[in-house]
T-cell receptor
Framework: EDKVVQSPLSLVVHEGDTVTLNCSYE??????LLWYKQEKKAPTFLFML????IEKKSGRLSSILDKKELSSILNITATQTGDSAIYLC???????????FGQGTELSVKP | GAVVSQHPSWVICKSGTSVKIECRSL??????MFWYRQFPKQSLMLMATSNEGSKATYEQGVEKDKFLINHASLTLSTLTVTSAHPEDSSFYICSARASGGNRQTSPDTQYFGPGTRLTVL
C-alpha cells in the first residue's frame, strides 16, 4: 500500500531555532514530492522536488529529495512565530496526478 | 496565476439537507480536479478524482451516492453532500491540476482552493 510518513508529528521551538522536518514515501509510479504549509485554510504550495540531491530554496526555507532513501527534508532556519503551521508533504503520482499526503508536522514557534 | 476558488467558504445546514460546493479554476483550465476532506488535526484525505466530462473516481470507503461530483467544464467541479448528517461536518478542499504547463502553472502539482467548512446541525 502506498504511503507517506512524516516526522515528527509535532514540534515546539523558540524563535531563531532551526528545524528539520522529515518525510519518507513508498509510492509506486512516483513522480515528485511536494511540500505545503497549512495555516487556518487550505494548503499553500512551498516546493516541488523531482530530482534527487538538488536543493530548492525560498528565503529561510529549503528542501531536498533523496530518491535512493525515498525521503525528503524541509529545513527552516531562524524560525519566526509566523512559521507556526502544519507542514504537509505529499507524493505526486506519475499517472492521474493524484497526491497522497503524509500526516503532517505541526510546528509551533514560541516567541 | 493558478488561482482556485471555492464557494461557499463556510456553510451551516440542518441534518437531512443537501449542500453543494463549487470549485473553480479562475485563470487556467483543469482537466482534473480533486476533492479532499480534512478533520481537525488530521491530514487531507482524498475523496475522489474528477475528470472533465466523465464520471468521478472515488477512493475506497467514500460513498458515491452521498458525495455527488460533477465536472461539467474545464474550470468547474461541484461536490454535493446529499442528506447531510452531523458526521459529514468537515473541511472540504478542492484542488485542480492544470491541463498544461506555462509560466504560471505546472501539470506536476495541484493548486488548492481555500476550502469550505461544512457544519451540519
Amino acid at each position: 500500500e502506498d504511503k507517506v510518513v512524516q516526522s515528527p508529528l509535532s514540534l515546539v521551538v523558540h524563535e531563531g531555532d532551526t528545524v528539520t522536518l522529515n518525510c519518507s514515501y513508498e509510492v509506486t509510479n512516483f513522480r515528485s514530492l511536494l511540500w505545503y504549509k497549512q495555516e487556518k485554510k487550505a494548503p499553500t504550495f512551498l516546493f516541488m522536488l523531482t530530482s534527487s540531491g538538488i536543493e530548492k530554496k525560498s528565503g529561510r526555507l529549503s528542501s531536498i529529495l533523496d530518491k535512493k532513501e525515498l525521503s525528503s527534508i524541509l529545513n527552516i532556519t531562524a524560525t519566526q512565530t509566523g512559521d507556526s503551521a502544519i507542514y504537509l508533504c505529499a507524493a505526486f503520482y506519475n499517472q492521474g496526478g493524484k497526491l497522497i499526503f503524509g500526516q503532517g508536522t505541526e510546528l509551533s514557534v514560541k516567541p | 496565476g493558478a488561482v482556485v476558488s471555492q464557494h461557499p467558504s463556510w456553510v451551516i445546514c440542518k441534518s437531512g439537507t443537501s449542500v453543494k460546493i463549487e470549485c473553480r479554476s479562475l485563470d487556467f483550465q483543469a482537466t482534473t480536479m480533486f476533492w479532499y476532506r480534512q478533520f481537525p488535526k488530521q491530514s487531507l484525505m482524498l475523496m475522489a478524482t474528477s475528470n472533465e466530462g466523465s464520471k468521478a473516481t472515488y477512493e475506497q470507503g467514500v460513498e458515491k451516492d452521498k458525495f455527488l461530483i460533477n465536472h461539467a467544464s474545464l474550470t468547474l467541479s461541484t461536490l454535493t453532500v446529499t442528506s447531510a448528517h452531523p458526521e459529514d461536518s468537515s473541511f472540504y478542499i478542492c484542488s485542480a491540476r492544470a491541463s498544461g504547463g506555462n509560466r504560471q502553472t505546472s501539470p506536476d502539482t495541484q493548486y488548492f482552493g481555500p476550502g469550505t467548512r461544512l457544519t451540519v446541525l
